[in-house]
């Protein structure tokens, strides 16, 4: 079993910049694909990033060129650095760890960002 907690959510204004943090206590962090995901209110969740073990990462075409996924297996620590947020970017942002082989998933209990216009 493991865990994982997210820091570094809050109130910004539009064109602002925040960081997300997500610490994980599970065994083998480096193996898994680290996500992070987002829900708006009355919203599905959607994918915002994730970064594979080889640190390849992949973005929503939304945040692309405004949002960075970055890991470090050293630390056991995902991070997400947001620019030029919009009010749009708005919801709970959620970490999740994914490993494939054998199937495994750990999600955080998410971080509010609220963009004010």
């Known amino acids: 079993q493991g865990y994982l907690v997210e820091s570094g959510g809050g109130l910004v204004q539009s064109g602002g910049s925040l960081s997300l943090s997500c610490r994980a206590d599970?065994?083998?962090?480096?193996?898994?694909?680290m996500q992070w995901h987002r829900q708006a209110p009355g919203k599905e969740r959607e994918l915002v990033a994730r970064?594979?073990?080889?640190?390849?990462?992949v973005y929503l075409n939304s945040v692309l060129g405004r949002f960075t996924i970055s890991r470090d297996n050293t630390q056991n620590r995902v991070d997400l650095q947001m620019t030029d947020l919009k009010p749009e970017d708005t919801a709970n942002y959620y970490c999740k760890a994914q490993l494939y082989t054998p199937p495994r998933e750990f999600w955080g209990r998410g971080t509010p960002v609220t963009v004010s216009s």
């Open positions: 970064i594979q073990s080889d640190h390849r990462r």
């Open positions: 599970i065994e083998n962090f480096y193996a898994y694909e």
